[in-house]
């Protein structure tokens, strides 16, 4: 067994030392690979596609596969490994506390090397983040006595997100010490090779964000999830690339959502504008999954408003793993890239050329509208074809 560590190690190092050359051949810059991706784009927020008997994700193959429909995704090993998630890359922090360490494990190490070379050659247009934990973590992810647990007034462990497979509790973040140590462990992710940078969950801590820029330095890819709140866009403008925009504006009229329709489209403006380059802004909507209409709504919310990625996946109160989704034949087409920015129709919808195409979106409180063509067109919802359409609002269409 230490034979065959040692052995994996050297490996690992090997990839390492071969990224910048021939591994890597095909690796173009994080930059061009934003510029170069058709639309829509979609995205994966940890957890994978939920279609088992049309992506398979019982073999390394099925999860590449299904990996690569995405154009950009994130993965967080500690979490996901306890809901025995199949992760797409896969890598592992070594020893016993995954808080404590600065590397991964040779063998998960050498594997993710090769599984993001795969994946790139099904995919060129991908980027790869990692979720470093900063604000809660599993009870294992540090020794029971370490100082970077926030204590409560007995000493006990404060407690965190309660949706978890073994309890959580609250990091000490405020702590100088365990600060640097999650910057150190952003700068292992993005010099291992297999990650373009990092992602930090829970609206992030300005102090925990400049760290992080600090260490990663002007290249690698930081967001952080601010849902659609522009507060924080201007508070982090300087050191972060884009929002994870984890919503759920079906349930604001209930008074239990994140986001409206409204401030998303607004703050997905303001990200694209304002956030650091490339902009990586990562819109998702939750919803049931035959709710076609958000799912549209978001996709062309997203087309017409920025350059973003999308993503319309489970609501987080379903007792299933969260963001699974489903793959829609709605983001199959092939539109190209812009042609136009937004503009405003008379009728209050918005709409933006493509290459290939037009999007048109119907924004909440707008009523049904009717969109007219001089030529005939093709529904992609429906494939009817013809020059007169009908779109309710809170919908879209292409």
């Known amino acids: 067994s230490h034979n065959r560590e040692f052995n994996m190690r050297i490996l690992a190092i090997s990839l390492i030392l071969l990224g910048s050359s021939s591994l890597y051949s095909s690796d173009i810059s994080i930059s061009e690979r934003v510029g170069s991706r058709d639309f829509p784009s979609v995205f994966q927020a940890w957890n994978p596609l939920d279609m088992a008997e049309q992506y398979p994700l019982d073999t390394l193959e ?26 797409v890359l896969g890598v592992v922090w070594d020893g016993p506390h995954g808080g404590e360490s600065l590397a991964f494990t040779a063998e998960t190490l050498a594997h993710a090397l090769d599984y993001r070379r795969k994946l790139l ?64 462990q952003a700068r292992v992710a993005v010099d291992s090779g297999v ?22 330095g002007e290249e690698p890819i ?22 994870f925009m984890e ?20 703050a997905v403006e303001f990200f694209e504008t ?36 999308v993503l319309f996946a489970d609501p987080n109160n379903l ?3 969260d963001h699974l989704h489903d793959w829609y034949d709605f983001w199959d087409v092939d539109l190209g890239k812009p042609s136009s920015e937004k503009e405003q129709m008379k009728s209050g919808a918005f709409r933006r050329r493509f290459d290939n195409g037009v999007v048109v979106y119907n924004p909440e409180g707008n009523g049904p509208v009717k969109v007219n063509f001089k030529k005939d067109r093709i529904r992609v919802s429906d494939g009817r074809k013809g020059r007169k359409f009908d779109l309710n609002e809170v919908d879209g269409d292409i």
């Open 274 to 309: 304002e956030l650091r380059s490339p902009q990586i802004n990562a819109l998702e909507v939750w919803g049931l999954r035959d709710n076609l209409a958000s799912m549209r709504a978001a996709t062309t919310l997203a087309l017409t408003h920025s350059d973003a990625y």
């Open 62 to 87: 099925g999860r590449l596969a299904a990996g690569a429909k995405h154009d950009l995704g994130w993965e967080e090993p500690i979490s996901q490994i306890s809901f025995n998630t199949p992760l």
């Open 121 to 184: 050659e099904k995919n060129p247009s991908m980027v790869f983040l990692m979720e470093i934990r900063w604000r809660d973590a599993p009870g294992s992810h540090l020794p029971e006595d370490s100082d970077w647990w926030l204590r409560n007034e007995d000493g006990s462990r404060a407690e965190g997100w309660t949706g978890g497979p073994e309890p959580y509790y609250m990091l000490n973040y405020e702590n100088p010490g365990f600060q640097d140590q999650v910057a150190k």
């Open 222 to 243: 930081i967001i952080v999830n601010i849902h659609a709140d522009i507060e924080d866009g201007e508070k982090y403008k300087d050191y972060i690339n884009g929002s």
């Open 247 to 266: 919503c759920d504006p079906d349930q604001v009229r209930k008074k239990q959502g994140l986001c409206t329709w409204k401030n998303m489209a607004a």
């Open 319 to 321: 007792p299933t793993p």
């Open 195 to 216: 990650y373009d940078g990092v992602m930090l969950d829970w609206s992030g801590h300005i102090d925990v964000v400049r760290k992080v820029r600090e260490a990663l």
